[in-house]
């Protein structure tokens, strides 16, 4: 049985602590995909971390009040209640903390007990096994099946110290430009380089260098990164904009959310991780951006709007207050969304429409006209 670690994310990029405002689970407890697992606070936002997959709560060992780290250990989600995590999963270990109190088992490895148990009356030499990811039972076999000479090749350097600068970028296209210029003006992060899986490696993106595809990130986050832009729009399919933050989380990858400087938040807005709010955008009092959503150059959001998981408002669009977007919506370039009014998940407003009233889940607005139709 595997088991998926939960790390803090960075909340700020200027703060890589935070303070656990708030704990919403406790240990052993079962809990669903989507579940909220704690509110962390910085001197300048606020965020709520949610179970990206079904599992028992293990090593839960933080209290509220307690100040925490990016990429330190929060709990594990796994299979099974009875589920044992390595013995150096306790408070303030991060997940490329070197080390382990067995001294055993070789410094950076992480395996669990079972797993330990197993490649010891397998043979299998805990020196060869690789350090980018947790050893299960699983894992052990499917390395027995293979070849002697991969055997071989298994072992992997100690991954590098948690880099909070560098970021990388997913999306090689003019979404990928855009999210380049968002943070070179921002200056708080360094891109480290441009993932895509359709443009070759070797070229370049506005000067940054294209590295290959998602078969890079392994020996990304070996060298300590571990954020990442999704840069993939999904205007046109938005499934593919939900695999790549699918491949970024699997591979243990953070997305933070990033803003232009030019942009306009006010203090009391909250936006989930991966949200990306281009120039000159306004985010209303009391608003909440839901993860992996985008706020277009100029869009407006007024107050107490809420904007489901990966909604896209485009340039210029404007929502009244209190306005609810469904996930997945597409709101398009100067379209009106007029007060209180429900979009329905999936559903597209056309360019320049105006909507008086309530949009169902997967409705169609049309571009230039009014809803409803007189």
């Known amino acids: ?196 899986d359709g443009v070759p490696a070797g070229s370049t993106l506005l000067d940054v260098p294209i590295l290959g595809g998602q078969d890079q990130l392994p020996g990304l986050h070996a060298r300590g990164i571990r954020l990442a832009i999704n840069a993939v729009g999904g205007i046109s399919n938005l499934s593919a904009r939900m695999t790549v933050f699918d491949r970024l989380h699997a591979a243990g990858f953070t997305c933070p959310s990033v803003a232009h400087p030019t942009a306009f938040i006010e203090p009391s807005a909250r936006l989930e991780p991966g949200v990306q709010v281009f120039p000159h955008a306004y985010i209303g009092s009391d608003a909440s951006i839901g993860f992996g959503s985008i706020i277009n150059t100029a869009a407006i959001v007024s107050h107490d709007c809420r904007i489901g998981e990966y909604a896209n408002l485009s340039p210029g669009a404007t929502l009244a207050g209190e306005v609810e977007i469904g996930a997945g919506a597409l709101v398009g370039m100067r379209a009106t969304v007029n007060l209180q009014v429900q979009i329905g998940n999936g559903a597209r407003i056309g360019n320049g429409a105006t909507v008086k009233t309530d949009v169902p889940a997967g409705g169609i607005v049309p571009a230039g006209t009014i809803w409803p139709k007189s």
């Open 1 to 196: 049985m595997s088991a998926t670690p939960v790390l803090i994310p960075l909340v700020n990029p200027n703060e890589p602590e935070a303070q656990l405002a708030a704990i919403g689970v406790h240990d052993k407890q079962w809990v669903q995909s989507g579940t909220l697992l704690c509110t962390l606070e910085t001197t300048k936002s606020t965020m709520e971390v949610y179970a990206e997959a079904d599992g028992y709560i293990i090593a839960l060992q933080r209290r509220p009040g307690d100040t925490v780290r990016a990429g330190e250990l929060l709990c594990y989600l796994a299979a099974s209640a009875d589920w044992q995590p390595p013995e150096d999963a306790r408070i303030g270990a991060h997940s490329d903390r070197q080390g382990t109190s067995r001294a055993e088992v070789p410094p950076g490895l992480r395996l669990t007990r079972p797993a330990q148990e197993f490649a010891e009356s397998s043979g299998i030499d805990l020196a060869d096994l690789p350090r980018d990811r947790l050893i299960t039972v699983e894992f052990l076999k499917t390395i027995l099946e293979q070849p002697a000479a991969a055997q071989q090749n298994l072992a992997a350097p100690p991954e590098a110290p948690f880099d909070a600068s560098a970021v990388i970028i997913y999306g090689g296209g003019g979404h990928g430009k855009a999210v380049i210029e968002l943070l070179r003006a921002a200056g708080i992060y360094q891109i480290a380089g441009v993932l895509d």
